[in-house]
């Protein structure tokens, strides 16, 4: 079966400080990994992809997350938070051989101090 | 510019009422999705339309119906069978089905009074 699973339902950083978001996956395929960041009542909105190229992928708004087969992970990171950064953040992963849509975990909310 | 308009970005209900959500598109996109979210559970699918006139149930379909008798358009009406609809309601487009970049509406909130 194929599944998702964030680490931290909360991540509280300091405005300068990284990022680290964690997400391990599960699937009997090859997936595709997604990051989707959502502010208060609004919508998603994509931050990154992976789907089989290069192992590390860059997003927007200075976000990066790294495929890793061998711990099943992909971990969304950011070298420096800004107060902006803080939301909900959601990792999905989608299996269209296994007849499924899109899997999502059940969210990271990031808080960012001054 | 083109994405998806959702309305209305507020809604409130007496509990035994059908309400209407309405989801929009004008990217030309195939296939719609709505989906439910509620706190610390991420976003659960309702139901899904890959073509006009043809839609799957999802994970939580009881109670809510749609109809995709447009391309463009994914109206979701909650009915006085679902017993908990109190969420938030997101509907969303991708140009196929599969793997692809899903483009969220605004949101949709329903409160039953």
């Known amino acids: 079966a194929q599944s998702v699973t964030q680490l931290d339902s909360h991540v509280s950083v300091s405005e300068g400080t990284p990022v680290l978001l964690r997400c391990n996956y599960s699937s009997s395929y090859s997936p595709s990994l997604f990051w989707y960041v959502q502010h208060p009542n609004k919508g998603l909105q994509l931050l990154l992809k992976y789907t089989s190229a290069a192992t590390l992928v860059k997003g927007i708004n200075g976000f990066e997350a790294e495929f890793k087969k061998s711990e099943t992970s992909f971990h969304l990171t950011k070298p420096s938070a800004h107060m902006s950064d803080a939301a909900e953040y959601f990792c999905?992963?989608?299996?269209?051989?296994?007849?499924?849509?899109?899997?999502f975990g059940k969210g990271t909310t990031l808080s960012v101090s001054s | 510019d083109g994405g998806i308009t959702q309305s209305p970005k507020y809604l409130f209900r007496k509990e035994g009422q059908n309400v209407t959500l309405s989801c929009e598109q004008n990217?030309?996109?195939?296939?719609m999705y709505w989906y439910r979210q509620d706190p610390g559970q991420g976003l659960r699918l309702i139901y899904y339309s890959q073509i006009v006139n043809d839609f799957q149930k999802g994970d939580i379909a009881e109670g809510y119906s749609v109809s995709r008798e447009k391309k463009e358009s994914f109206p979701l009406t909650v009915t006085s069978a679902q017993k908990n609809p109190t969420a938030f309601y997101l509907c969303?487009?991708?140009?196929?089905?599969?793997?692809?970049?899903?483009?969220f509406g605004a949101g949709s909130r329903l409160t039953v009074l």
């Open positions: 969303a487009s991708t140009q196929g089905a599969g793997a692809n970049v899903l483009t």
């Open positions: 999905v992963v989608s299996v269209p051989q296994a007849g499924t849509a899109l899997i």
């Open positions: 990217l030309n996109h195939d296939a």
